[in-house]
């Protein structure tokens, strides 16, 4: 059975957020640790954790996907930026222990003109500091459209800091289907050829993770702008044959399209029906 999802709101707790899952017949889902556009994380009712974990249990879930703010960047300008991002993945690490064995996703950051090397060496210098031995939570690097100065447009690019991390086993990737077209990878005509050099440049076993989103732009845009399925440029057949591929079948797919609940459960029923369930 697929594991396959969409972000749900925190903001009712964790147990609500395994309940609506349940409602759109999901089985992983992804959520904020905090407002993704930064500030402090609510404190964790330990509790409404538990039930959420018993639901997980009881229902065969896959691995959840959590994400990091969006205003987390550890290769920016600006010293401020830098520390908060700091300071949130370093609390969001304690706070995943909560949940243990699950993935934290994030953008790994924009340069913002200091140069892709600079902004490698910035972020896995942030890897460093942050992971640690003990934790049960493996940090997604999330493949990016290449807008602006973006970080991880490019394979070869993720690779890099991965090779930097120390704590190789608690770092991989998280490959989204619009930002991969957008940034100039066929998906569409050559899936199998895009994963092979994935494998090439970084290796499929530190492929954790899939966001399932149709893209409003056409390959190589480097815009970043999602759509729902079937209405974008990669269509149906393309999210079909990703979900279905040998390679990666057995991943949670997380969702991101924009779509409120109902939409959501109307694009897992379509998906699940695309692999045959």
């Given at each position: 059975m697929l594991k396959?999802?969409?972000?749900?709101?925190?903001?009712?707790?964790?147990?609500?957020?395994?309940?609506?899952?349940?409602?759109?017949?999901?089985?992983?889902?992804?959520?904020?640790?905090?407002?993704?556009?930064?500030?402090?994380?609510?404190?964790?009712?330990?509790?409404?954790?538990?039930?959420?974990?018993?639901?997980?249990?009881?229902?065969?879930?896959?691995?959840?996907v959590a994400h990091a703010p969006y205003?987390?960047?550890?290769?920016?300008?600006?010293?401020?930026?830098?520390?908060?991002?700091?300071?949130?993945?370093?609390?969001?690490?304690?706070?995943?222990?909560?949940?243990?064995?699950?993935?934290?996703?994030?953008?790994?950051g924009s340069h913002v003109g200091q140069g892709v090397e600079?902004?490698?060496?910035?972020?896995?210098?942030?890897?460093?500091?942050?992971?640690?031995?003990?934790?049960?939570?493996?940090?997604?690097?999330?493949?990016?459209?290449?807008?602006?100065?973006?970080?991880?447009?490019?394979?070869?690019?993720?690779?890099?800091?991965?090779?930097?991390?120390?704590?190789?086993?608690?770092?991989?990737?998280?490959?989204?289907?619009?930002?991969v077209s957008d940034g100039g990878y066929d998906i569409i005509h050559d899936l199998d050829g895009v994963l092979d050099e994935f494998d090439r440049v970084i290796g499929l076993e530190k492929l954790h993770a899939m966001h399932i989103n149709d893209s409003m732009n056409p390959m190589g845009a480097h815009k970043d702008r999602h759509a729902k399925i079937g209405e974008g440029h990669l269509g149906v057949e393309t999210i079909k044959n990703v979900i279905t591929h040998p390679k990666l079948k057995d991943l949670p797919f997380i969702l991101e399209t924009p779509n409120e609940l109902d939409g959501y459960a109307a694009e897992i029923a379509l998906l699940r029906k695309e692999a045959g369930e």
């Open positions: 396959i999802g969409c972000h749900l709101s925190a903001a009712k707790g964790y147990e609500h957020m395994g309940k609506d899952a349940l409602k759109i017949n999901a089985t992983t889902f992804a959520f904020f640790t905090r407002n993704p556009r930064g500030g402090k994380a609510k404190a964790i009712d330990e509790e409404d954790v538990k039930k959420l974990l018993e639901l997980l249990r009881e229902n065969q879930f896959g691995k959840l205003t987390l960047n550890p290769c920016s300008k600006d010293e401020k930026t830098r520390d908060f991002a700091y300071m949130a993945m370093s609390e969001d690490m304690q706070r995943m222990e909560y949940t243990p064995g699950h993935y934290y996703n994030f953008h790994p600079k902004g490698i060496e910035m972020i896995a210098d942030l890897l460093n500091r942050v992971l640690t031995p003990q934790q049960s939570t493996i940090v997604l690097l999330e493949t990016m459209a290449g807008k602006g100065s973006e970080v991880g447009g490019k394979f070869e690019e993720l690779a890099e800091i991965i090779d930097r991390v120390e704590l190789k086993d608690k770092i991989g990737v998280c490959m989204d289907t619009c930002h």
